[in-house]
């Protein structure tokens, strides 16, 4: 996966979990482990943390259809599955 896109997608998905006001250590953790991406370029943590993410925004959607699109899951389940 390309850095950019990564990066963007992450980035997303903390401005989403922030405004759904859920996840707050997990919200604290894809931070970390983007700044730590952006120093050694290794992806593992991200990868994890953010498979961690689509559970919890997948939780949200089903209890409220319109609080996620289909493209930021689309997007986060490229990232998990990279």
Partial sequence: MKTLTLEKTVEATVEKLQKLKIQDQLIAELQ??????????NPIGLIEK??????????EKEKNSRAVSKKLLADLEKVASA
């Avoid at 970390?32 to 370029?41: E, F, M, N, P």
């Avoid at 953010?50 to 939780?59: P, Q, V």
Wanted: hydrophobic content about 40%.
């Fill in 32 to 41: 970390w482990c983007l700044g730590s991406y952006r120093y050694d370029q």
């Fill in 50 to 59: 953010s498979s961690a993410a689509l559970g919890a925004l997948k939780a």
